[in-house]
């Protein structure tokens, strides 16, 4: 798989077969954070993504871009998007991170209504944070708009957690791809019981990689070392 092909299956918001939701399964020091900056920052630079928009939502509030911008409510990323790729948005208050991100949520509805030329992919780094997020969890409305009707409106998702068990099972039906990190046994064996994918005989040779990428639509793992640029 080439580069761009990855960049494509990623990030683009065009209604093809692999326009669901991402997850991506990585631990605290894993290196998620370089590895998505990295991801995102190259996909820019192709000119098949001049008209798509990039939102990193970082609930821990770290920016990992060097020229982007933060933004703090929804009016300001509104505008922001409007000359910037790559926006980053910081929920303002922990107790209210829930309703912010679907207030961020909306606002990207609202903006790839009145703008459907553009592509859109909003990342939620460390999704885990926010309720609903476990296995037997309920995600707010918002998000089950994200990972369900996104895809008709050029919105892409990347849901980020620290363990695949992390995920509602709501979104596992929403997801074409998984990024994983430093797999755990328990991510394992979630894999197996969601996805059907058995990474128990996989578990040294994924461990010689820093990240793999599992296409679900056709069965097939695709291990990498970081895009660098």
């Known amino acids: 798989m080439t580069q761009n092909k990855i960049l494509n299956q990623l990030f683009r918001a065009d209604g093809g077969p692999y326009s669901l939701s991402s997850a991506m399964s990585a631990r605290s020091g894993s290196g998620k954070t370089t590895l998505l900056s990295t991801l995102i920052t190259q996909a820019t630079k192709l000119p098949e993504f001049k008209d798509q928009r990039f939102i990193y939502a970082s609930l821990k509030h770290e920016n990992p871009f060097k020229d982007a911008p933060v933004v703090r409510d929804s009016s300001t990323l509104m505008k922001k998007l409007k000359k910037q790729q790559i926006v980053v948005f ?7 991170y829930e309703n912010e991100i679907d207030d961020l949520i909306e606002t990207i509805f609202v903006i790839a209504g009145n703008n459907p030329e553009i592509g859109f992919h909003i990342t939620i780094d460390d999704s885990n944070i926010l309720k609903g997020f476990s296995s037997s969890g309920h995600p707010s409305g918002s998000v089950k708009k994200l990972a369900i009707a996104g895809r008709s409106k050029g919105i892409r998702a990347l849901f980020v957690t620290h363990k695949l068990g992390f995920l509602p099972r709501l ?15 328990s991510d ?5 019981k969601v996805f059907g994918m058995d990474f128990e005989g996989l578990i040294s ?5 820093r990240w793999s990428v599992v296409d679900l639509l056709e069965d097939k793992i695709h291990r990498f070392d970081p895009i660098s640029i």
């Open 188 to 192: 394992s064996e979630y894999a197996r």
């Open 171 to 185: 979104l596992n039906g929403n997801i074409s791809n998984l990024i994983i990190m430093s797999m755990s046994g």
């Open 90 to 96: 910081y929920p303002l208050i922990p107790e209210n």
């Open 205 to 209: 040779e994924l461990g010689g990689f």
